[in-house]
């Protein structure tokens, strides 16, 4: 059970479907952090130039310089735009559902094996808060490379050592209490990893669907990003973001 609700915790914050073949699965990535500015978006990053590359209304900044557009590439852009506002909302939703998914799992395994349940639960609600405002706060920075690992790692090398201290605890004691003791410890694992998975099998059933059209929208702001015509002074694509192709089974 204790594994099981790690990997939970680790793992169910992608987002992605446990069906890998299924078109919800999608693994996005970019080179840029991106943000928004009032009706703008920004995708930064400090590995080569352009550092900043902005796009609004249909218009593309390099380092705040306007670029030259084709009139094909301007209504490009202002669909990506599009894509992109509606897009923000979906991202929140699906990483919060996401996360609530796997404090969940951790808390309901440190309330049953923590060497100190109440405050290892009041620290992980704590913690929870404190992750939710950061993601939505800059709900597109989640699109970037191990975004969300960055988010997670950190609070499962945290708690799982205290969790872990717990269980290890509470098996002892069982083994020492004689068989009885240990088929009841056994029993509580059980019935805890059950509960775990029907939990969280139900919410992330009802989160397919969001996730499904997020990953189809990122698909066509993707292919709207493939097909621009404009290429960066090194004569590269901008190639703002990556959706994994071997996935794709509706790809051109």
């Known amino acids: 059970a204790l594994t099981t609700a790690l990997l ?4 169910m914050v992608q987002a992605h479907s446990s069906d890998k073949d299924s078109h919800s699965s999608c693994d996005v990535s970019s080179d840029y952090s991106v943000s928004t500015y009032r009706s703008a978006f920004l995708f930064t990053q400090d590995k080569r130039k352009p550092a900043e590359i902005g796009i609004g209304g249909g218009r593309l900044f390099l380092d705040g310089k306007e ?3 084709t009139a094909a590439d301007h209504d490009r852009l202002v669909e990506m735009e599009r894509e ?4 923000v909302p979906e991202v929140e939703k ?3 559902e996401a996360v609530d998914i796997a404090f969940i799992a951790l808390t309901e395994v440190a309330r049953a094996l923590a060497s100190n349940p109440t405050k290892t639960v009041a620290k992980l609600d704590s913690e929870h808060a404190r992750v939710i405002r950061e993601m939505n706060a800059k709900p597109l920075a989640l699109l970037n490379d191990d ?3 960055d988010v997670v790692e950190p609070i499962i090398s945290e708690y799982v050592p205290e969790i872990v201290g717990g269980a290890v605890s509470s098996a002892l004691k069982a083994v020492f209490g004689g068989e009885k003791k240990c088929q009841e410890f056994e029993a509580r694992m059980e019935r805890m990893q059950k509960e775990l998975d029907t939990n969280v099998e139900a919410r992330a059933k009802a989160l397919e669907p969001l996730a499904e059209a997020m990953c189809q929208r990122l698909r066509r702001i993707d292919d709207l990003d493939n097909a621009l015509e404009f290429r960066l002074p090194d004569a590269k694509p901008l190639q703002l973001l990556r959706v994994d192709q071997h996935k794709r089974t509706d790809a051109p």
């Open 147 to 149: 975004a969300m690992e």
């Open 84 to 87: 992109m506002q509606k897009l």
């Open 8 to 11: 939970l915790a680790s793992g």
């Open 94 to 96: 699906v990483t919060s």
């Open 67 to 69: 670029a030259t557009l």
